[in-house]
């Protein structure tokens, strides 16, 4: 396999993932539902068809594509490492201002556009990982394993049991309480400023809702599941997982397997979790074996994410696959102008100054305009690419990155094949 079609694949997935990440956002975030009070939401999908589109999210959507696009970066890392080591070079200095840059784009994108950006931490976790790039195989799996399934497990259980051993079960209790009313204020607060018909007003709450939640512990737990996933795209790049796939492709059948029993598993103990916390037959948040709801949850997400991506590799050498990842790939090699441009288009949908749907709308309806905006960002990729190197955001980063504006129009400066995995 030649290094542009091992590219593409990486491409694919990347695109396809960004497609899932649009529909969770627009479900969870853009749409307000993650801030609405319980009966709010719930007005909003109490039909039996939003029902099921609810339950059909949770468990084929919900951090399954986060988590396979934060695999996808680690494994991009291993790629970029790779090409360094084969020049002789360092990887460290280019990808430093790399990740210097995509930390400024995230930052503008958090407080300008939307509260929700990711690039920021991937920036940050960004330079963790650069510590692990000369460590072991066995290295590289066990800090995966530890932040994955370790960290939330003992994070859980400290959160759960330590406060009723020093000041006893009620007091804890209702410290738990007053946590999650300041939570839920914090949400309502942001609601609302997005809810308003002031730009300007919906910029302050957004800032806000960011400053508040930097203080957060949930914050440096959530970074460390994306180091734990960088780690295992690092350590996939490494045995070339996706770029030698007739090599792997036994490995991938065991993978779709064992994905599919686990992410089966796991988010079918989310679901039917939720159901019960929803329809209040038992108070499942209160128990305490739901200190391994997280540990659970995350197995499954990964089981499903690790799935979808083995059921790419093995599909990649049918002769129909091509004509179905040909519109996944140029979304792909454009993911950070398209993750941008969706959240431009879904703030203007959602927000009061906007077209005001935000807390209005079901589920379905947040799912079907996020696929037909995705819909639209493949045709236009296509167009794009077949004229110029990169997308602009994708233009920019490079430039800021090396100090000098990057030749853009294909023809001037060389092929597009390096720009794929950039």
């Given amino acids: 396999m030649d290094v542009s079609e091992r590219v593409t694949l990486v491409d694919v997935l990347r695109g396809f993932a960004l497609c899932g990440v649009f529909v969770s956002n627009s479900v969870s975030w853009f749409s307000g539902r993650v801030m609405m009070p319980r009966d709010q939401s719930q007005a909003l999908s109490a039909s039996a068809f939003e029902t099921a589109v609810t339950h059909l999210y949770n468990f084929f959507v919900n951090q399954k594509f986060v988590t396979l696009f934060a695999f996808l970066f680690g494994l991009g890392f291993s790629i970029q490492l790779a090409r360094a080591q084969a020049r002789g070079a360092s990887v460290v200095p280019v990808y430093s201002r790399r990740l210097l840059v995509l930390l400024g784009i995230g930052l503008t994108h958090q407080y300008a556009i939307w509260c929700g950006d990711v690039l920021n931490a991937y920036a940050l976790v960004g330079f963790v990982l650069l510590l692990f790039r000369a460590r072991s195989d066995r290295t590289l799996f066990y800090w995966a394993v530890t932040m994955l399934v370790v960290v939330p497990l003992v994070y859980a259980v400290v959160d759960r049991f330590v406060p009723i051993w020093l000041h006893g079960a ?41 400053v508040e939640g930097m203080l957060r512990p949930q914050r440096l737990l959530w970074m460390g599941l994306i180091l734990g996933r960088f780690l295992l795209g690092l350590l996939a790049g490494r045995h070339l997982l996706l770029q030698d796939l007739e090599r792997h492709r036994a490995f991938h059948g065991k993978l779709l397997r064992w994905g599919l029993l686990v992410g089966i598993l796991g988010n079918g103990f989310f679901v039917v979790t939720s ?148």
């Fill in 275 to 422: 159901r019960l916390r929803a329809e209040g037959v038992v108070d499942v948040s209160g128990a305490d074996w739901m200190v391994l709801s997280s540990t659970l949850q995350e197995l499954g997400y990964l089981g499903l994410a690790a799935a979808y991506l083995a059921g790419f590799a093995l599909a990649s050498r049918e002769p129909w696959s091509q004509r179905v990842f040909g519109w996944f790939s140029p979304v792909g090699r454009m993911a950070l102008t398209n993750y941008l441009t969706q959240s431009v288009v879904s703030v203007w949908l959602y927000n009061g100054w906007g077209l005001g749907f935000i807390a209005k709308v079901p589920p379905s309806w947040s799912v079907g305009v996020a696929l037909g905006i995705f819909v639209v960002q493949t045709f236009i990729s296509r167009w794009w690419l077949a004229r110029f190197r990169f997308g602009p955001a994708e233009w920019l980063w490079r430039s800021l990155t090396y100090g000098k504006a990057q030749p853009m129009r294909l023809g001037a400066g060389g092929g597009a094949v390096g720009a794929a995995v950039s």
């Fill in 170 to 210: 009620e007091l804890a209790k209702d410290a738990a309480k007053a946590t999650r009313a300041l939570e839920t204020a914090s949400r309502a607060r942001l609601l609302e400023a997005l809810s308003g018909e002031s730009f300007w007003g919906s910029l302050v709450g957004t800032a806000r809702f960011n």
